[in-house]
């Protein structure tokens, strides 16, 4: 159990929802907010307090997929360079092969010592979220709780990601 509270302290989320449309329709964007963001490409970067309890937030809003995309880089840089243990990542897409390929090429260049997965939006997450949404969960990598002989190393206590 204490090593599963310790993974929970070093995990964090960001998620880029590509189309504002599919938050309007499930309530959590106000129509104003849509069209409005709909016509500046607004691309909010939304982030999840893994820690505490769980509330999704938008942490960010840029213009345009690009400029998203390297902000959610940039913090993903910023939140993992300075960490004691090793990181996984898994990058996530909604039916959007194309986009996860880049970003999986680009973060396996920029990140060589990051351990990378991939995986796809799944239904109940991708009603909310809509096609070519694209999210990232990191935390330190499952392999380091162990020892050369798979037995879990006792104690760790690591570094918190502070978001």
Same mark, same amino acid.
């Given at each position: *159990?204490?090593?599963?509270?310790?993974? &929970?302290n070093?995990?964090d989320? #960001? =998620?880029m929802? @590509?189309?504002?449309?599919?938050?309007? &329709?499930?309530?959590r964007?106000?129509?104003?907010?849509?069209?409005?963001?709909?016509?500046?490409?607004?691309?909010?970067?939304?982030s *999840? @307090?893994?820690?505490?309890?769980?509330? $999704? /937030?938008?942490i960010a809003?840029e #213009?345009?997929?690009?400029r998203?995309y390297?902000? $959610?880089?940039?913090? =993903?840089?910023?939140? !993992?360079?300075?960490?004691?243990?090793?990181?996984?990542? !898994?990058i996530?897409?909604?039916?959007?092969?194309? #986009?996860?390929?880049?970003w999986?090429? @680009?973060?396996?260049?920029? =990140?060589?010592?990051?351990? %990378?997965?991939q995986?796809?939006?799944?239904?109940v997450?991708g009603?909310?979220?809509?096609?070519? !949404?694209?999210? *990232?969960?990191?935390? &330190?990598?499952?392999d /380091?709780?162990?020892d050369?002989?798979?037995k879990?190393?006792? @104690? %760790?206590?690591s570094?918190v990601?502070?978001?």
């Amino acid at each position: *159990m204490h090593d599963l509270k310790d993974l &929970r302290n070093t995990t964090d989320v #960001r =998620f880029m929802v @590509d189309n504002l449309n599919h938050l309007k &329709r499930t309530g959590r964007l106000s129509n104003a907010a849509s069209f409005v963001g709909s016509i500046l490409k607004i691309k909010p970067i939304l982030s *999840m @307090d893994v820690q505490n309890e769980g509330k $999704i /937030s938008a942490i960010a809003k840029e #213009r345009h997929y690009k400029r998203a995309y390297n902000h $959610i880089k940039k913090d =993903f840089d910023s939140l !993992t360079s300075d960490m004691p243990y090793p990181i996984q990542l !898994t990058i996530f897409h909604a039916d959007d092969e194309e #986009r996860k390929n880049e970003w999986v090429s @680009d973060y396996k260049s920029s =990140f060589p010592k990051v351990k %990378i997965y991939q995986s796809i939006i799944g239904p109940v997450v991708g009603v909310h979220v809509g096609q070519h !949404t694209m999210a *990232m969960i990191w935390g &330190r990598d499952l392999d /380091s709780y162990f020892d050369k002989n798979g037995k879990p190393i006792k @104690d %760790i206590k690591s570094k918190v990601v502070e978001d």
